[in-house]
Protein backbone atom coordinates (compact mmCIF):
# COMPACT_ATOMS: atom_id res chain seq x y z
CA UNK A 1 0.00 0.00 0.00
CA UNK A 2 1.63 3.12 -0.90
CA UNK A 3 0.14 5.36 1.59
CA UNK A 4 1.39 3.04 4.15
CA UNK A 5 5.09 3.33 2.66
CA UNK A 6 4.59 6.66 2.77
CA UNK A 7 3.48 7.10 5.99
CA UNK A 8 6.05 4.27 7.48
CA UNK A 9 9.09 6.70 6.03
CA UNK A 10 7.92 9.77 6.93
CA UNK A 11 6.85 8.73 10.43
CA UNK A 12 10.69 7.52 10.58
CA UNK A 13 11.88 10.62 9.78
CA UNK A 14 9.74 12.85 11.99
CA UNK A 15 10.45 10.26 14.76
CA UNK A 16 14.56 10.45 14.25
CA UNK A 17 15.69 11.84 17.81
CA UNK A 18 11.90 12.02 19.35
CA UNK A 19 12.85 10.01 22.29
CA UNK A 20 16.50 10.24 21.92
CA UNK A 21 17.79 12.17 25.20
CA UNK A 22 20.68 14.04 25.41
CA UNK A 23 23.03 12.22 27.87
CA UNK A 24 24.52 15.56 28.56
CA UNK A 25 20.97 16.97 29.28
CA UNK A 26 19.96 15.23 32.34
CA UNK A 27 18.44 16.38 35.82
CA UNK A 28 18.07 14.81 39.19
CA UNK A 29 14.36 14.96 39.70
CA UNK A 30 11.89 15.09 37.54
CA UNK A 31 9.64 18.35 37.40
CA UNK A 32 7.35 18.93 40.42
CA UNK A 33 3.37 17.79 39.52
CA UNK A 34 0.95 20.59 37.88
CA UNK A 35 -1.96 20.04 39.88
CA UNK A 36 -4.12 20.53 37.04
CA UNK A 37 -3.25 17.63 34.85
CA UNK A 38 -4.49 13.86 35.54
CA UNK A 39 -1.16 11.80 35.20
CA UNK A 40 -0.66 8.61 34.71
CA UNK A 41 2.31 6.05 36.54
CA UNK A 42 4.06 3.46 35.22
CA UNK A 43 6.58 1.21 36.45
CA UNK A 44 8.77 -1.23 34.90
CA UNK A 45 10.19 -4.27 36.07
CA UNK A 46 12.77 -5.26 33.43
CA UNK A 47 13.19 -9.44 34.59
CA UNK A 48 12.69 -12.57 32.35
CA UNK A 49 13.94 -16.15 32.70
CA UNK A 50 14.33 -16.09 29.23
CA UNK A 51 15.11 -13.18 26.69
CA UNK A 52 13.11 -13.08 23.57
CA UNK A 53 14.61 -12.62 20.40
CA UNK A 54 12.26 -10.26 18.62
CA UNK A 55 11.41 -8.30 22.22
CA UNK A 56 13.58 -4.68 22.27
CA UNK A 57 11.78 -3.93 25.63
CA UNK A 58 14.40 -3.00 28.23
CA UNK A 59 14.92 -6.44 30.12
CA UNK A 60 17.43 -8.77 31.80
CA UNK A 61 18.22 -12.34 33.13
CA UNK A 62 16.49 -12.97 36.15
CA UNK A 63 17.96 -13.59 39.65
CA UNK A 64 16.57 -13.45 43.15
CA UNK A 65 18.98 -11.34 44.72
CA UNK A 66 19.55 -8.86 42.07
CA UNK A 67 15.26 -8.51 41.38
CA UNK A 68 14.93 -8.04 45.79
CA UNK A 69 17.67 -5.17 45.46
CA UNK A 70 15.84 -3.64 42.25
CA UNK A 71 12.05 -4.00 43.83
CA UNK A 72 13.54 -2.09 46.87
CA UNK A 73 15.22 0.83 45.20
CA UNK A 74 11.77 1.08 42.84
CA UNK A 75 9.93 1.18 45.79
CA UNK A 76 12.57 4.52 47.12
CA UNK A 77 11.76 5.81 43.65
CA UNK A 78 8.20 6.02 44.29
CA UNK A 79 8.86 7.81 47.79
CA UNK A 80 11.23 10.56 45.49
CA UNK A 81 7.53 10.49 43.19
CA UNK A 82 5.11 11.29 45.54
CA UNK A 83 7.64 14.17 47.27
CA UNK A 84 7.23 15.80 43.81
CA UNK A 85 3.47 16.44 44.17
CA UNK A 86 2.36 14.01 41.86
CA UNK A 87 -0.92 11.89 42.22
CA UNK A 88 -2.47 9.05 39.83
CA UNK A 89 -5.59 7.41 39.53
CA UNK A 90 -4.15 4.61 37.68
CA UNK A 91 -0.83 2.65 37.09
CA UNK A 92 0.46 -0.03 34.57
CA UNK A 93 3.72 -2.51 35.31
CA UNK A 94 5.37 -3.66 32.47
CA UNK A 95 8.62 -5.59 31.36
CA UNK A 96 10.42 -7.46 31.30
CA UNK A 97 8.33 -9.81 33.34
CA UNK A 98 6.33 -8.40 36.18
CA UNK A 99 5.55 -11.37 38.22
CA UNK A 100 9.00 -13.00 38.56
CA UNK A 101 8.08 -12.26 42.15
CA UNK A 102 5.12 -12.46 43.72
CA UNK A 103 5.64 -11.41 46.86
CA UNK A 104 8.18 -8.33 45.52
CA UNK A 105 5.51 -7.17 43.34
CA UNK A 106 1.87 -7.24 46.00
CA UNK A 107 4.53 -5.53 48.23
CA UNK A 108 4.98 -2.63 45.79
CA UNK A 109 1.64 -2.30 44.16
CA UNK A 110 0.08 -1.87 47.71
CA UNK A 111 2.95 0.76 48.32
CA UNK A 112 1.85 2.70 45.57
CA UNK A 113 -1.47 2.44 46.53
CA UNK A 114 -0.65 4.15 49.81
CA UNK A 115 1.14 6.94 48.54
CA UNK A 116 -1.06 7.44 45.56
CA UNK A 117 -4.46 6.78 47.24
CA UNK A 118 -6.39 8.06 44.04
CA UNK A 119 -5.02 4.76 42.08
CA UNK A 120 -8.23 2.81 41.12
CA UNK A 121 -7.21 1.10 38.04
CA UNK A 122 -4.17 -1.25 37.78
CA UNK A 123 -2.86 -3.12 34.81
CA UNK A 124 -0.11 -5.64 35.05
CA UNK A 125 1.66 -8.07 32.34
CA UNK A 126 2.60 -11.51 33.06
CA UNK A 127 3.40 -14.74 31.22
CA UNK A 128 1.28 -17.89 30.64
CA UNK A 129 3.68 -20.18 32.49
CA UNK A 130 2.86 -17.91 35.82
CA UNK A 131 -0.84 -18.19 35.57
CA UNK A 132 -1.46 -20.43 38.38
CA UNK A 133 -3.65 -20.28 42.21
CA UNK A 134 -0.41 -18.26 43.96
CA UNK A 135 -0.74 -15.59 41.03
CA UNK A 136 -4.26 -15.19 41.35
CA UNK A 137 -4.28 -15.58 44.84
CA UNK A 138 -2.21 -12.50 45.15
CA UNK A 139 -3.23 -10.57 42.29
CA UNK A 140 -7.18 -11.00 41.99
CA UNK A 141 -7.54 -8.35 44.50
CA UNK A 142 -4.96 -5.99 43.95
CA UNK A 143 -4.74 -5.81 39.66
CA UNK A 144 -7.84 -4.68 37.86
CA UNK A 145 -6.09 -5.96 34.62
CA UNK A 146 -4.20 -8.82 33.89
CA UNK A 147 -2.56 -8.59 30.30
CA UNK A 148 -1.08 -12.26 29.52
CA UNK A 149 1.78 -12.01 26.39
CA UNK A 150 0.78 -15.33 24.71
CA UNK A 151 2.27 -13.64 21.40
CA UNK A 152 0.91 -16.98 19.31
CA UNK A 153 -0.87 -20.49 19.84
CA UNK A 154 1.94 -21.61 16.86
CA UNK A 155 4.42 -23.67 18.01
CA UNK A 156 6.71 -23.32 15.32
CA UNK A 157 6.38 -19.51 16.10
CA UNK A 158 7.30 -19.66 19.40
CA UNK A 159 10.42 -21.90 19.16
CA UNK A 160 11.54 -18.86 16.48
CA UNK A 161 10.63 -16.35 19.18
CA UNK A 162 12.85 -17.96 21.64
CA UNK A 163 9.45 -18.70 24.04
CA UNK A 164 8.73 -22.39 23.44
CA UNK A 165 10.81 -23.43 25.97
CA UNK A 166 9.47 -21.33 28.92
CA UNK A 167 5.87 -21.21 27.78
CA UNK A 168 5.21 -24.66 26.59
CA UNK A 169 3.46 -25.93 23.39
CA UNK A 170 0.37 -23.83 22.30
CA UNK A 171 -1.78 -26.39 24.38
CA UNK A 172 -0.73 -25.95 27.54
CA UNK A 173 -0.71 -21.92 26.74
CA UNK A 174 -4.22 -22.67 25.93
CA UNK A 175 -4.86 -24.35 29.36
CA UNK A 176 -3.21 -22.01 31.31
CA UNK A 177 -4.85 -19.13 29.57
CA UNK A 178 -8.14 -20.29 30.13
CA UNK A 179 -7.90 -20.98 33.80
CA UNK A 180 -7.58 -17.36 34.08
CA UNK A 181 -11.12 -16.50 32.71
CA UNK A 182 -13.30 -14.54 35.13
CA UNK A 183 -10.64 -13.97 37.73
CA UNK A 184 -9.66 -9.90 36.69
CA UNK A 185 -12.32 -7.62 35.48
CA UNK A 186 -9.94 -7.14 32.23
CA UNK A 187 -8.46 -10.61 30.95
CA UNK A 188 -6.22 -9.16 28.22
CA UNK A 189 -4.47 -11.72 25.69
CA UNK A 190 -1.43 -9.93 23.90
CA UNK A 191 -0.97 -11.61 20.16
CA UNK A 192 1.87 -10.97 17.99
CA UNK A 193 1.07 -10.77 14.00
CA UNK A 194 2.92 -10.48 10.72
CA UNK A 195 5.80 -11.83 12.22
CA UNK A 196 8.04 -13.18 9.31
CA UNK A 197 7.14 -16.56 9.03
CA UNK A 198 4.03 -16.56 9.95
CA UNK A 199 1.15 -17.73 7.55
CA UNK A 200 -2.29 -16.55 7.21
CA UNK A 201 -3.37 -20.03 8.13
CA UNK A 202 -1.34 -19.81 11.16
CA UNK A 203 -2.66 -16.19 12.27
CA UNK A 204 -6.10 -17.82 11.92
CA UNK A 205 -5.62 -20.33 13.62
CA UNK A 206 -4.62 -17.91 16.65
CA UNK A 207 -7.74 -16.03 16.33
CA UNK A 208 -9.63 -18.92 16.36
CA UNK A 209 -8.31 -20.01 19.79
CA UNK A 210 -7.91 -16.46 21.42
CA UNK A 211 -11.84 -16.49 20.70
CA UNK A 212 -11.87 -19.48 23.03
CA UNK A 213 -9.34 -18.53 25.74
CA UNK A 214 -12.20 -16.87 27.77
CA UNK A 215 -10.70 -13.49 27.54
CA UNK A 216 -12.86 -10.24 27.16
CA UNK A 217 -10.19 -8.32 25.46
CA UNK A 218 -7.51 -8.92 22.82
CA UNK A 219 -4.65 -6.74 21.76
CA UNK A 220 -3.00 -7.42 18.28
CA UNK A 221 0.40 -6.02 17.59
CA UNK A 222 2.14 -6.02 14.26
CA UNK A 223 5.74 -7.22 15.18
CA UNK A 224 6.88 -4.02 16.82
CA UNK A 225 10.42 -4.79 16.28
CA UNK A 226 13.52 -2.20 16.22
CA UNK A 227 15.24 -1.24 12.78
CA UNK A 228 18.19 -3.71 14.61
CA UNK A 229 16.28 -6.45 15.48
CA UNK A 230 14.36 -6.67 11.81
CA UNK A 231 17.82 -6.39 10.28
CA UNK A 232 19.07 -9.59 12.90
CA UNK A 233 15.56 -11.10 12.21
CA UNK A 234 16.11 -11.10 7.97
CA UNK A 235 19.23 -12.97 8.34
CA UNK A 236 17.95 -15.44 11.04
CA UNK A 237 14.72 -16.20 9.45
CA UNK A 238 13.51 -13.73 7.08
CA UNK A 239 12.32 -10.66 6.16
CA UNK A 240 9.59 -8.45 7.92
CA UNK A 241 6.82 -8.26 4.89
CA UNK A 242 4.78 -5.14 5.33
CA UNK A 243 3.00 -5.53 2.06
CA UNK A 244 1.34 -8.61 3.75
CA UNK A 245 0.55 -6.71 6.88
CA UNK A 246 -2.83 -4.52 6.15
CA UNK A 247 -4.26 -8.02 4.74
CA UNK A 248 -3.33 -9.73 7.86
CA UNK A 249 -5.02 -6.52 10.08
CA UNK A 250 -8.10 -6.51 7.93
CA UNK A 251 -8.98 -10.53 8.97
CA UNK A 252 -8.02 -9.81 12.38
CA UNK A 253 -10.41 -6.69 12.28
CA UNK A 254 -12.96 -8.81 10.81
CA UNK A 255 -12.95 -12.13 12.89
CA UNK A 256 -12.68 -9.71 16.47
CA UNK A 257 -15.31 -7.63 15.28
CA UNK A 258 -17.71 -10.11 14.13
CA UNK A 259 -17.09 -12.37 17.47
CA UNK A 260 -19.07 -8.97 19.80
CA UNK A 261 -15.24 -7.42 20.14
CA UNK A 262 -15.09 -3.69 19.77
CA UNK A 263 -12.58 -1.31 19.16
CA UNK A 264 -10.41 0.28 22.21
CA UNK A 265 -7.86 1.12 20.00
CA UNK A 266 -6.39 0.34 16.28
CA UNK A 267 -5.10 -2.42 17.87
CA UNK A 268 -6.90 -3.61 20.87
CA UNK A 269 -10.73 -5.29 20.86
CA UNK A 270 -12.56 -4.91 23.96
CA UNK A 271 -15.96 -6.41 25.54
CA UNK A 272 -16.45 -3.06 26.50
CA UNK A 273 -14.69 -0.10 24.61
CA UNK A 274 -13.99 1.85 27.89
CA UNK A 275 -11.32 -0.89 29.19
CA UNK A 276 -8.36 -0.46 30.48
CA UNK A 277 -6.01 -0.50 27.24
CA UNK A 278 -2.19 -1.18 27.11
CA UNK A 279 -1.58 2.10 25.11
CA UNK A 280 -2.23 4.50 28.28
CA UNK A 281 -1.31 7.30 26.44
CA UNK A 282 -4.41 7.43 24.67
CA UNK A 283 -5.91 8.55 27.64
CA UNK A 284 -2.92 10.20 29.52
CA UNK A 285 -1.14 13.20 27.63
CA UNK A 286 1.25 13.14 30.60
CA UNK A 287 2.77 10.40 32.44
CA UNK A 288 5.36 9.51 35.13
CA UNK A 289 7.76 6.32 34.21
CA UNK A 290 9.64 4.65 37.15
CA UNK A 291 12.21 1.92 36.93
CA UNK A 292 15.66 1.35 34.61
CA UNK A 293 15.00 2.43 31.23
CA UNK A 294 11.36 3.94 31.88
CA UNK A 295 10.02 6.88 30.18
CA UNK A 296 8.80 9.94 31.86
CA UNK A 297 6.98 12.44 29.80
CA UNK A 298 5.87 15.50 31.25
CA UNK A 299 5.55 19.50 30.17
CA UNK A 300 6.44 18.83 26.59
CA UNK A 301 9.98 16.81 27.42
CA UNK A 302 10.78 13.19 27.54
CA UNK A 303 12.99 11.83 30.45
CA UNK A 304 14.62 8.42 30.36
CA UNK A 305 15.71 6.64 33.41
CA UNK A 306 19.57 4.64 33.19
CA UNK A 307 19.19 1.43 31.33
CA UNK A 308 22.51 0.60 34.01
CA UNK A 309 21.16 -0.99 37.01
CA UNK A 310 24.34 -0.16 38.61
CA UNK A 311 23.70 3.46 37.87
CA UNK A 312 20.07 2.92 38.90
CA UNK A 313 20.85 2.08 42.40
CA UNK A 314 23.66 4.41 42.98
CA UNK A 315 21.83 7.65 41.97
CA UNK A 316 18.52 6.35 44.41
CA UNK A 317 20.80 5.24 47.31
CA UNK A 318 21.94 8.90 46.59
CA UNK A 319 18.73 10.67 46.98
CA UNK A 320 18.42 11.09 43.01
CA UNK A 321 16.30 10.24 40.15
CA UNK A 322 18.12 8.15 37.98
CA UNK A 323 17.33 10.28 34.97
CA UNK A 324 20.30 9.21 32.39
CA UNK A 325 19.13 11.77 29.62
CA UNK A 326 16.34 13.98 28.87
CA UNK A 327 15.25 16.16 25.66
CA UNK A 328 16.48 19.43 26.04
CA UNK A 329 13.69 22.40 26.10
CA UNK A 330 10.26 21.87 25.29
CA UNK A 331 9.43 20.32 22.15
CA UNK A 332 7.87 22.69 19.72
CA UNK A 333 4.27 22.91 19.45
CA UNK A 334 3.77 21.21 16.70
CA UNK A 335 5.19 18.28 17.90
CA UNK A 336 2.91 18.41 20.26
CA UNK A 337 0.33 18.30 18.38
CA UNK A 338 1.38 15.45 16.62
CA UNK A 339 1.34 13.66 19.77
CA UNK A 340 -2.02 14.53 20.33
CA UNK A 341 -3.22 13.96 17.10
CA UNK A 342 -1.40 10.35 16.30
CA UNK A 343 -2.16 9.21 20.46
CA UNK A 344 -5.95 10.28 19.43
CA UNK A 345 -6.58 8.51 16.57
CA UNK A 346 -4.78 5.58 17.62
CA UNK A 347 -8.09 5.70 20.45
CA UNK A 348 -10.26 5.70 17.25
CA UNK A 349 -11.33 9.22 17.98
CA UNK A 350 -10.13 13.04 17.98
CA UNK A 351 -12.32 15.56 19.55
CA UNK A 352 -11.67 18.64 17.91
CA UNK A 353 -13.13 21.32 20.20
CA UNK A 354 -10.50 19.84 22.75
CA UNK A 355 -7.42 19.93 20.05
CA UNK A 356 -8.71 23.93 19.84
CA UNK A 357 -8.93 23.86 23.55
CA UNK A 358 -5.15 22.77 24.24
CA UNK A 359 -3.53 24.40 21.29
CA UNK A 360 -5.41 27.19 20.32
CA UNK A 361 -5.22 26.43 16.67
CA UNK A 362 -7.87 24.85 14.66
CA UNK A 363 -6.32 21.26 13.65
CA UNK A 364 -6.18 22.20 10.08
CA UNK A 365 -4.47 24.98 10.48
CA UNK A 366 -2.47 23.66 13.13
CA UNK A 367 -1.35 20.50 11.49
CA UNK A 368 -1.90 21.05 7.38
CA UNK A 369 0.38 18.26 6.01
CA UNK A 370 -0.86 15.99 8.43
CA UNK A 371 -4.92 16.32 7.99
CA UNK A 372 -3.85 16.50 4.03
CA UNK A 373 -2.12 13.04 3.93
CA UNK A 374 -4.99 11.52 6.05
CA UNK A 375 -8.10 12.81 3.78
CA UNK A 376 -6.23 12.05 0.65
CA UNK A 377 -5.62 8.68 2.24
CA UNK A 378 -9.29 8.25 3.07
CA UNK A 379 -8.65 7.90 6.52
CA UNK A 380 -11.39 9.49 8.21
CA UNK A 381 -15.20 8.07 8.47
CA UNK A 382 -16.16 11.72 9.79
CA UNK A 383 -14.24 14.95 9.51
CA UNK A 384 -16.48 17.71 10.46
CA UNK A 385 -16.52 20.51 13.17
CA UNK A 386 -16.67 18.54 16.17
CA UNK A 387 -14.39 15.06 15.38
CA UNK A 388 -12.88 12.61 13.50
CA UNK A 389 -12.96 9.19 13.53
CA UNK A 390 -11.88 6.17 10.99
CA UNK A 391 -12.57 4.33 8.41
CA UNK A 392 -10.86 0.65 8.40
CA UNK A 393 -8.26 2.32 6.39
CA UNK A 394 -7.43 4.87 8.46
CA UNK A 395 -7.18 2.60 12.10
CA UNK A 396 -4.50 0.45 9.84
CA UNK A 397 -2.61 3.60 9.00
CA UNK A 398 -2.66 5.16 13.01
CA UNK A 399 -1.29 1.01 13.31
CA UNK A 400 1.64 2.10 11.42
CA UNK A 401 1.96 5.14 12.85
CA UNK A 402 2.23 3.71 16.07
CA UNK A 403 4.41 1.08 14.81
CA UNK A 404 6.87 2.89 14.03
CA UNK A 405 6.91 4.99 17.04
CA UNK A 406 7.11 2.09 19.51
CA UNK A 407 10.03 0.46 16.52
CA UNK A 408 11.77 4.28 16.72
CA UNK A 409 11.71 3.47 20.85
CA UNK A 410 12.89 -0.14 20.79
CA UNK A 411 15.43 1.00 18.48
CA UNK A 412 16.77 3.60 21.15
CA UNK A 413 16.55 0.93 23.66
CA UNK A 414 18.54 -1.45 22.57
CA UNK A 415 21.41 1.05 21.56
CA UNK A 416 21.33 1.99 24.97
CA UNK A 417 21.38 -1.30 26.22
CA UNK A 418 24.24 -1.70 23.94
CA UNK A 419 26.11 0.73 25.58
CA UNK A 420 26.32 -0.38 28.99
CA UNK A 421 29.67 -1.43 30.27
CA UNK A 422 31.17 -4.58 29.27
CA UNK A 423 30.83 -6.29 32.59
CA UNK A 424 27.38 -5.00 33.10
CA UNK A 425 26.10 -6.14 30.07
CA UNK A 426 27.56 -9.64 29.90
CA UNK A 427 26.12 -9.83 33.62
CA UNK A 428 22.62 -8.50 32.98
CA UNK A 429 22.16 -10.17 29.17
CA UNK A 430 24.71 -12.90 28.60
CA UNK A 431 22.89 -16.71 29.58
CA UNK A 432 25.29 -17.47 32.51
Not at 137 to 158: T, Y
Amino acid sequence: MLAERALRIGTRLLNNNYLNGDSAATADMLPEANPDIKYMLYMHIPFCKQLCTYCSFNRFYYKEDRTRKYFKSLRRELEMVKELGYHFDATYIGGGTPTVLLDELTKTIDYAKELFPDIKDVSSETNPTDLNDELFDALSSRVDRLSVGVQSFDDNLLQYMSRYKTTGSAEETLAAVQSTQGKFDSFNVDMIFNFPTQSFESLQRDLDLVKQTGCNQTTFYPLLASPLRRKQMAKDIGKVDFKREYEMYKIVCSELYGAGFVGSSAWTFSADKDMIIDEYIVDYPEYVGIGSGAMSYLRGQNYTNSFSLREYHERIAAGKMPIASMTQGAKSKTIDMRYYFATKLFGLRLDKQEFRERFGVDIAKGLPMEMTFMRLAGAFATDNNDELTLTDKGRYLTVVMMRETLAGSNDYRDKMREALPRDEYRELLEKN
